[in-house]
């Protein structure tokens, strides 16, 4: 079974930078995506970034986020980042780390992801 562990979130003032890291162990082998969802109080997990690997490389951002937050990977220990800048109120939420192995779905799409983190908080004041 593979489990994620997030960390990296906090309080930090709007247009602050913050860093989740989203560690993977396990089987974490057949693994060719993963991503980072949020979720508001109230409001329903969203898409907010994903990266893929394997045969076919790719990153992937909402459009809320694009040119503020940055995905990456490193693969020697099996570790996603999630760098976030300019940060907004609108981005508190918790963050939710996610992996699969993808296969013909969207990597926006959360209903294919088949393992899941925790959360961590990311809360941003005004």
């Known amino acids: 079974q593979v489990q994620l562990v997030e960390s990296g979130g906090g309080l930090v003032q709007a247009g602050g930078s913050l860093r989740l890291s989203c560690a993977a162990s396990g089987p974490t082998g057949n693994l060719n995506a993963m991503g980072w969802f949020r979720q508001a109080p109230g409001k329903e997990r969203e898409f907010v970034t994903s990266?893929?690997?394997?045969?076919?490389?790719?990153?992937w951002y909402a459009d809320s986020v694009k040119g503020r937050f940055t995905i990456s990977r490193e693969n020697a220990k099996s570790t996603v980042y999630l760098q976030m800048n300019n940060l907004k109120p609108e981005d508190t939420a918790v963050y939710y780390c996610?992996?699969?192995?993808?296969?013909?779905?969207?990597?926006?799409?959360?209903?294919?992801?088949?393992?899941w983190g925790q959360g961590t908080q990311v809360t941003v004041s005004s």
């Open positions: 996610a992996a699969t192995r993808l296969l013909s779905g969207s990597v926006t799409d959360r209903r294919e992801y088949t393992y």
């Open positions: 990266i893929k690997w394997g045969r076919t490389f790719g990153t």
